[in-house]
């Protein structure tokens, strides 16, 4: 039997189903299981989920900009940033705030307090960790539209992405670099994913396809990075820096994109409804569950599966209602 040719389009067609997959994959990594646990490496490579989100997010932000023939940068940041700070705003305040009046184990002053609520300052300043990838994902929205304006004038510069690559090796082992800017190396490893999505935007907008000659290669990189992964965090923890594993997640992330579509092409459709309902709610979910949810969760005893079906059966559900309401003040605010 003839295996069939990657369709890249797919990517496009599956992203809600693989941004849902993400989010879980994201809330197995953060319910804590014991370092002996034979689950741990598997556990722990769930952080994949963030590059797949960045390398989805990149994606789409492509078909946003070439909606039209002549993108508005103006209109870009405005759809983007409607999206996030909203939720992020009620998200953030209902953190930082009662720390600040309470304990304040972040906010020490007025102005450190509006630094987190408004951009999350202390991640960009000493690497607090709290809700860190809202803070990069909209560094990474400022700055696509520039790089989207000149891979479309000059697309040699399509292989920017490499040189970032260069720059987080720099970041982690030149000195002077890291000593400046390697307090948020879990951000700069981060950063050659998303460009890359932006670079597949094109192929999937145009659904290219890739022979099925490459299936067995796409097979084996997909094997050897897991691979690795996995026994880099269940046999090596600790042992080596994070930055190196990251850069192994790129092209575990492509790969495993490619694999979830051949998954879901394949699943019933009331699970595939399931997957699209977490992808929607995604980054409702991702500020929720660790800080709202899980911390209260894991209290309970529940062993590490029971605490993460209880964290989404909980997060999913006060998600809802937060889109929702947030939805209807703008609805309002644009009434009147």
Known sequence: MRIPNIELGNISCYRAEQMGAAMLFVILFHVALDRGDPFYG???????GVDIFLFLSGVGL???WTKTPVPSVAHFYRRR????????LVCSTAFYLPDYLGPQRFSKNLVDLIGDITINWDFWLHDELTF??????????????????????????RWLPLLMVVWCVMVQWVLPIHHTVGH??????RVPIFFIGINFGTMVKERRTISSDAVWLL???????????????QVRHGNFPLFVERMLYIPFTVCSVLVMNRIFRRTPEWLNR??????????????LHIHFVLVYVQHWGLGYWGTFAATVAITLPIAWVLQRGIGLVEKICQIK
């Open 219 to 233: 097979l084996l990189t997909f094997l050897m990075t897991f691979g690795t992964c996995l026994y880099l965090e």
């Open 184 to 189: 948020i190396e879990i951000f700069w490893s």
């Open 62 to 64: 492509w078909f946003a």
């Open 81 to 88: 940033l409607l999206r996030i700070l909203p939720t992020w």
């Open 132 to 157: 860190w990838y809202v803070p990069a994902i909209m560094l990474l929205y400022l700055l696509a539209p520039w790089y989207m304006r000149l891979i479309q004038r000059y697309p040699v510069y």
């Open 42 to 48: 598997l556990r722990r490579c769930g952080n994949v």
């Open 274 to 287: 399931g997957f699209r309902l977490v992808g929607a709610l995604s980054l409702e979910a991702y500020l």
